[in-house]
Nanobody, 124 residues
Framework: QVQLVESGGGLVQAGDSLRLSCAASGRTFSSYAMGWFRQAPGKERESVAAIIGSGRFTYYTDSVKGRCTISRDNAKNTVYLQMNSLNPEDTAVYYC?????????????????WGQGPQVTVSS
């Protein structure tokens, strides 16, 4: 069982930056691929970024490429999502998620554990 606790959400202005953090419980953090999903009001939950267990390979959805960076610190059992040049379309609840495999996951069904999800609101 893995528990995920996110932090770092909030209200920002367009153009601002924000970093989300997700701390995971357990002693085998490096054996889990990690991801960030988001869900805007009235929309389906979508993948934002993912990172393999070692941190060597990452994935980004097209709408955030060049603006977001996912990273992890396996010594701290923590994964991060750095978001820059935020715009109102980035407003959503952001969920940290863990996959019980080291390889990247791309869809909701690829992941086994979910955090509660901090709200990120970007004002224009």
């Amino acid at each position: 069982q893995v528990q995920l606790v996110e932090s770092g959400g909030g209200l920002v202005q367009a153009g601002d930056s924000l970093r989300l953090s997700c701390a995971a419980s357990g002693r085998t953090f490096s054996s889990y691929a990690m991801g960030w999903f988001r869900q805007a009001p009235g929309k389906e939950r979508e993948s934002v970024a993912a990172i393999i267990g070692s941190g060597r390979f990452t994935y980004y959805t097209d709408s955030v490429k060049g603006r977001c960076t996912i990273s992890r610190d396996n010594a701290k059992n923590t994964v991060y999502l750095q978001m820059n040049s935020l715009n109102p379309e980035d407003t959503a609840v952001y969920y940290c998620t863990a996959r019980s495999r080291v390889e990247l996951g791309y869809s909701l069904n690829d992941y086994d554990y979910w955090g509660q999800g901090p709200q990120v609101t970007v004002s224009s």
